[in-house]
Nanobody
Framework: QVQLVESGGGLVQVGGSLRLSCTAS????????MAWYRQAPGKQRELVAR???????MYQDSVKGRFTISRDNAKNTVFLQMNGLNIEDTAVYYC?????????WGQGTQVTVSS
């Protein structure tokens, strides 16, 4: 089991930046991978970025070059730096931790990009 607490969402204008944080209740050495997903109104939840225990990363095509996922093992925290935000990035962003084959989720944080 792991609890995930997200922070950093908010309202930003097009072209702006936000940094999301997700702190886990257990050592990240025991977590296979961590990720950020998002869900926009009326759409399915989608993977945004994932980082493994060895710090390998992968990104959804639409965020490549704009978003960066990183981790601080000493703080049990994963970050999502989001630059060049656009309207289509508006969504609730969820932190995900995968332990073995089980997924755990945070409560979500709202990101709203306005024009």
């Amino acid at each position: 089991q792991v609890q995930l607490v997200e922070s950093g969402g908010g309202l930003v204008q097009v072209g702006g930046s936000l940094r999301l944080s997700c702190t886990a209740s257990r050592s990240m050495d025991t977590i296979s991978s961590m990720a950020w997903y998002r869900q926009a109104p009326g759409k399915q939840r989608e993977l945004v970025a994932r980082i493994t225990g060895s710090s390998s990363t992968m990104y959804q095509d639409s965020v490549k070059g704009r978003f960066t996922i990183s981790r601080d093992n000493a703080k049990n925290t994963v970050f999502l730096q989001m630059n060049g935000l656009n309207i289509e990035d508006t969504a609730v962003y969820y932190c995900n931790a995968r332990i073995a084959s089980t997924d755990f989720w945070g409560q979500g944080t709202q990101v709203t990009v306005s024009s």
